[in-house]
């Protein structure tokens, strides 16, 4: 589901305690952050596990710096013990982790999205421990990020407004029997979609990750062919059978008895009498 957000993944082997150390870049611009936080940042999953070593993939989104730290930094941080960001937080409150599982590193609920990127820049600092037959991830204490289980991951990624609209048409099924005043009502949201989503392609161009600009352009082209399926529905519902035909030629004659019985009731006496002289003494009308 993340895919279009991720880089490579990259594989890392575990053997002893190591610090690996999120950072954003600093040309990258605070916007495109603010908008990239409704996905995780980080995937990691553990493909290997053995005693005293783990290997686990790594995916993170394009604008994410991953940094291990050097040896000789991790151990003056640990003797120190004084830096801002490397107090760890207990054991329980770590995820451990074994084969074949992982878990997606998520700004805090409920926190505002300008802080999360402002500690971004700074750096958020992850320490990977390998155990017996698992891993444990655990971050500083004073971190505005959770790391959430893949099982227990229940948050919705919020795509463009635009695609989510698209998505919702294409999957909603229209019954191609109903009048052609709501087939002209289904035809124009469905030309109005599509115009916004062309428009956010316009805005967005160079923006976006290609796997988003694909799904958008795949997009656009399944509703273009739903809608001339019901351009077609509907043009076929106007248009007569023959021109030698009435254009109520379908009606039964009982419901044009009905109809006539309707415009003498609304016709004015006058008019009415005019019409059954007309048609009682059409035979001796001499042209």
Request: glycine share 6%; net charge negative.
């Amino acid at each position: 589901m993340y895919n279009p957000f991720f880089s490579q993944p990259v594989i890392v082997d575990v053997q002893q305690e190591r610090h690996l150390r999120l950072r954003l870049p600093e040309d990258v611009s605070d916007f495109i952050v603010l908008q990239m936080l409704n996905a995780p940042l980080v995937e990691m999953i553990v493909i290997d596990s053995s005693v005293g070593k783990s290997r686990l993939t790594i995916k993170s989104q394009a604008f994410l710096r991953l940094e291990f730290e050097p040896e000789t930094e991790m151990e003056a941080e640990s003797a120190t013990g004084t830096e801002a960001g490397s107090r760890e937080l207990p054991s329980d409150h770590s995820v451990v982790r074994g084969m074949g599982q992982g878990l997606r590193l998520y700004p805090r609920l409920g926190t505002a999205p300008g802080i999360c990127a402002a500690q971004l820049r700074t750096g958020i600092r992850l320490t990977l421990t390998p155990g017996a037959t698992s891993l444990s991830f655990s971050q500083a204490g004073d971190s505005l990020f959770e790391s959430v289980p893949l099982e227990h991951d229940l948050r919705l990624f919020q795509e463009p407004k635009d695609i989510m609209l698209a998505k919702a048409l294409l999957a909603r099924s229209y019954d191609y029997s109903e009048s052609s005043q709501m087939l002209a009502v289904h035809i124009a949201e469905l030309e109005q979609v599509r115009s916004d989503l062309q428009a956010f392609l316009r805005g967005e161009l160079g923006k976006l990750h290609p796997g988003l600009s694909a799904e958008a352009m795949q997009l656009d082209s399944q509703l273009l062919k739903k809608r001339q399926w019901l351009f077609r529905t509907y043009s076929q519902q106007l248009e007569r059978q023959s021109y030698g035909q009435a254009a109520n030629e379908s009606l039964s004659q009982e419901k044009l008895q009905r109809k006539l019985d309707c415009y003498e009731l609304l016709a004015p006496p006058g008019v009415t009498e005019m019409v059954r002289r007309l048609t009682d003494d059409e035979h001796d009308i001499v042209l």
